[in-house]
T-cell receptor
């Protein structure tokens, strides 16, 4: 089955710097790669996602890149702000038919220092 | 508000006790999922239900049972709780007709088994 590895487990940056979180996946059939942000005491919230037919997607300060050949994808946050501090999860899925199970990475705790 | 509702939010059990975690969604989604979240391990899929009347095992099903009561409700039961089941449990739902299946998470149930 699918396996997703996420690095680093913790990341500390200064406000205004960029942050990059990387994930690798094992199943070449995976076609959907979302990123979730989780704040303390809350459920995961989708922040950006990408399908396998696209190499890059950007939404304001966040972007995701996908390299299907190498089977890895990355989250890029520019001009970080203290409110970006949270746990971030990557996931991979095969969206087909009636359901698409999400397989998650281990999570990255991002701390943005003012 | 439309979304996924989980009850209870917090629960403490003694080893060997049983309990049922409840989940309901009002988005007319077909598929529902139960995940558990443990430190450093991300979210792991316990069971899922692709559609009303069907259930399937995920990555870590041992010690759990599920019931898809109707299209809206998907419950998770611990028959004989063990300390290893101390975790935060998240319910989610999705539908193939929504953009990227419209995955939506509940706010979680924090369970402690003593």
């Amino acid at each position: 089955g699918e396996n997703v590895e996420q690095h680093p487990s913790t990341l500390s940056v200064q406000e205004g710097d960029s942050a990059v979180i990387k994930c690798t996946y094992s199943d070449s059939a995976s076609n959907y790669f979302p990123w979730y942000k989780q704040e303390l005491g809350k459920g995961p919230q989708l922040i950006i996602d990408i399908r396998s037919n696209v190499g890059e997607k950007k939404d304001q300060r966040i972007a995701v890149t996908l390299n299907k050949t190498a089977k890895h994808f990355s989250l890029h946050i520019t001009e970080t702000q203290p409110e970006d501090s949270a746990v971030y999860f990557c996931a991979a899925s095969i969206l087909t038919g009636n359901t698409g199970k999400l397989i998650f990475g281990q999570g990255t705790t991002l701390q943005v220092k003012p | 508000n439309a979304g996924v509702t989980q009850t209870p939010k917090f629960q403490v059990l003694k080893t060997g006790q049983s309990m049922t975690l409840q989940c309901a969604q009002d988005m007319n989604h077909n598929s529902m999922y139960w995940y558990r979240q443990d430190p450093g391990m991300g979210l792991r899929l316990i069971y899922y239900s692709a559609s009303e009347g069907t259930t399937d095992k995920g990555e870590v099903p041992n010690g759990y049972n599920v019931s898809r009561l109707n299209k809206r409700e998907f419950s998770l039961r611990l028959e004989s709780a063990a300390p290893s089941q101390t975790s935060v449990y998240f319910c989610a739902s999705s539908h193939p007709d929504r953009p990227n299946y419209g995955y939506t998470f509940g706010s979680g149930t924090r369970l402690t088994v003593v």
